[in-house]
């Protein structure tokens, strides 16, 4: 009888525990339901929910890690799978190839890819991920030999930007002993590529030339340079492979903080405000899923405006530290993702901008923003032969695509998670600047007269 007493006695504890789960489980659900419920989002019937983006260990990434953390791909019926590249090309090919569905991607790739540079196919870019976030350091040894040369401010430290006209006594220096001086750069159709190149040119030090047979871009080049992924940069210099590269973050706060190099110029400074990193897809896959496209575009739009929220920066560099996405220190991060950039070790300076992920309409995809690209591959000789002002247009308006965009801000707003101010009305193309560090103007509509203004590069006839 204790047996059975014992036997019913376990039957009925385990019926209550039973219940008690369930009762739970129901809650939870109501939860989930109540959340559901009261979501401004509004689902558009996704083609493909199961997507998988790639990325490169940089600070840009950002809004793709942002979009998954903060459940703006889930509000959109997308589930994510979010994967760290090993290099710039690895991340092209698996695009092209379908292995991955999209990725962060240096701005160059797919305009090159659509231009007849490197690998051809067709992409198109609906989101720029972000404004400015680059910088080019030196070795030690390297700045110990331009600081000199660099003026002081008012605090006695040296005055920003610095020229590349400080370094062109240390290329002196290299060329009269014969050592080749050497820096890196992510890719040859990155923005650092064409970054460092226009610092170099503006002081008139030749960063080389490509041509149609020659592909290494270092003909009649004062500086060779040459390709190293961003996680690398910091160790290659160490080592002595380099004197200096041009990287995105957080590779340039690294280097400050292993106390191997010293930055010494952001590309805020080279050109303010410009555009860094794209998001992207192949043409057939938006195509082929036309509101996934417009989904994964609006989870991004509201990580770019999260990010860019007062007060959000700390949490973000928290998420972007985790090892499935930067990975780096917190103190490392945060030197630049919270406002401020370290050039020498305790020279630390105010510098709010310089990452932008939402702010002057840094998600937009502007068709002159396309064009610099292609202006620059022509001036170095990436496109080896002229091309027809129309030609920048017309090849532009195939790969970046401001009307995807434009629907994924037109949902957002209707939803309430943007003000509809912060939908642009343009024609894709930005006013002239002159925001250059050699202050030459640029106007995307006149692309030809833009490439023949330079000293250093190719010229063309003009076709206007």
């Excluded at 014992?6 to 789960?21: P, Q, V, Y």
């Excluded at 400015?132 to 430290?157: A, F, H, Q, R, Y």
């Excluded at 190149?197 to 040459?226: C, F």
């Excluded at 022509?378 to 401001?402: F, L, M, S």
């Amino acid at each position: 009888m204790k047996s059975l007493f014992r036997s019913l006695g376990l039957m009925i504890f385990f019926l209550i525990a039973s219940c008690g789960e369930n009762t739970k489980k129901s809650s939870g659900e109501e939860s989930d339901e109540l959340a559901l419920s009261s979501s401004k989002t509004v689902q558009l019937e996704i083609e493909k929910p199961q997507l998988t983006f790639g990325f490169i260990k940089l600070t840009d990434m950002a809004p793709l890690a942002i979009a998954k953390e903060k459940g703006f791909f889930e509000d959109e019926g997308l589930f994510v799978s979010v994967e760290a590249q090993s290099n710039w090309k690895n991340v092209l090919d698996r695009v092209i190839d379908g292995q991955l569905d999209g990725s962060h991607m240096l701005a160059g790739q797919p305009i090159a890819a659509g231009a007849g540079f490197g690998r051809q196919a067709k992409l198109v870019t609906p989101f720029s991920m972000d404004l400015n976030g680059n910088g080019i350091t030196v070795s030690n040894d390297v700045w110990s030999k331009m600081k000199p040369n660099v003026p002081l401010n008012e605090e006695g430290k040296p005055a920003h930007p610095i020229s590349a006209e400080a370094l062109k006594p240390v290329i002196s220096e290299y060329k009269q002993t014969g050592r080749a001086f050497k820096m890196g750069m992510v890719f040859p159709v990155s923005t650092h590529n064409y970054e460092i190149r226009y610092w170099l040119a503006a002081a008139g030090i030749n960063p080389g030339m490509y041509t149609k047979d020659n592909i290494q871009g270092q003909i009649d080049a004062d500086v060779l340079l040459s390709v190293t992924p961003p996680p690398q940069m910091p160790a290659t210099l160490e080592a002595g492979t380099i004197h200096g590269y041009c990287v995105g973050e957080p590779w340039n706060q690294q280097a400050v903080f292993k106390g191997i190099g010293v930055p010494v110029v952001t590309n805020y400074d080279i050109w303010k405000n410009n555009p860094e990193k794209v998001f992207v897809m192949t043409k057939k896959f938006v195509e082929e899923n036309p509101n996934t496209a417009i989904a994964v575009t609006k989870a991004l739009i509201r990580a770019g405006k999260w990010l860019d929220e007062p007060g959000n920066r700390d949490e973000a560099v928290k998420i972007l530290s985790m090892p499935q996405y930067v990975g780096a220190d917190e103190v490392v991060l945060a030197n630049s993702m919270t406002g401020t950039f370290e050039f020498e070790k305790g020279d630390k300076r105010s510098m709010p901008d310089f990452n932008v992920f939402y702010k002057y309409n840094a998600t937009y995809p502007f068709y002159s923003d396309g064009i610099w690209f292609l202006t620059q591959m022509r001036r170095w000789g990436q496109i080896p032969e002229t091309k027809p002002a129309d030609w920048y247009d017309e090849t532009i308006k195939d790969i970046y695509r401001p009307d995807i965009w434009k629907e994924a801000a037109k949902l957002l707003a209707e939803e309430g998670h943007i003000p509809a101010s912060d939908i642009p009305e343009t024609d894709g193309y930005k006013p002239a600047t002159s925001e250059f560090i050699d202050g030459n103007t640029y106007d995307a509509k006149d692309p030809i007269g833009y490439i023949n203004s330079f000293k250093i590069g190719n010229k063309d006839e003009s076709s206007l």
